[in-house]
């Protein structure tokens, strides 16, 4: 999903990625599959029909994604 050290757990239905780093990271997500992704924790929608996706994560920050 993510070619970097970041702390990434997923499976069919959520993605979840935490950052124990003392600094930001960008990020590109890659997807198995295209899929919508929902960010849970921003309430707002992160990616349509998508199989990658970037996002920013601050230190100590954790991002949860409903993927559909």
Known sequence: YVEDEIYVDATRN???LANSFDRK???TINLPTKRD???LFGGKPAAKAA?????E???GETLLYRLK
Do not use: G, H
């Open 14 to 16: 959520f993605l979840l």
């Open 25 to 27: 990271r960008k990020l």
């Open 37 to 39: 992704v929902f960010d």
């Open 51 to 55: 199989d990658k996706f970037e996002v």
């Open 57 to 59: 994560i601050a230190p």
